[in-house]
């Protein structure tokens, strides 16, 4: 089974890791490294203005909001919870469109990764 998570990190750091896997091979070989250690793998690698890691959640998966929706007049608080319903990949960022958990299920904002932060919670 693959974990999936997100993992924010400074722009140099990301900006070092994608000169490393530049070669879609490297990210093979690192990725069987992390499997044959039980670690989660890196299923894509993303650049956002703060620079950062990202894994790909799947349709099915449940997430939680785990810091402050950047860019919305009224964002859903840290905490809330849903499950993906599908995922659109556009360019260097990526947009989840979500059922949310009660009191939020009237909502229908789709958070985006990067800036937005979301962990899989099953």
């Known amino acids: 089974m693959s974990s999936k ?5 400074p722009a140099e750091v990301a900006k070092q890791l994608l000169a490393k896997l530049g070669d879609p091979a490297k990210l093979e070989e690192l990725n069987q490294q992390l499997a044959a250690e039980g670690l989660p793998q890196i299923m894509a690698v993303e650049r956002g203005l703060t620079g ?16 402050p929706m950047q860019d919305d ?17 556009i360019d260097d960022w990526t947009q989840y469109r979500v059922t949310w958990d009660a009191p939020h299920d009237k ?8 800036p937005d932060v979301l962990e899989k919670i099953a």
């Open 5 to 9: 998570l997100t993992i924010q990190v």
């Open 52 to 67: 950062s890691v990202v894994t790909a959640l799947e349709p099915g998966d449940r997430i939680r909001l785990v810091a």
């Open 73 to 89: 007049p009224d964002p859903l608080p840290v905490g809330a919870t849903g499950k993906i319903e599908s995922v659109h990949v």
């Open 107 to 114: 909502r229908s904002l789709m958070p985006i990764v990067p």
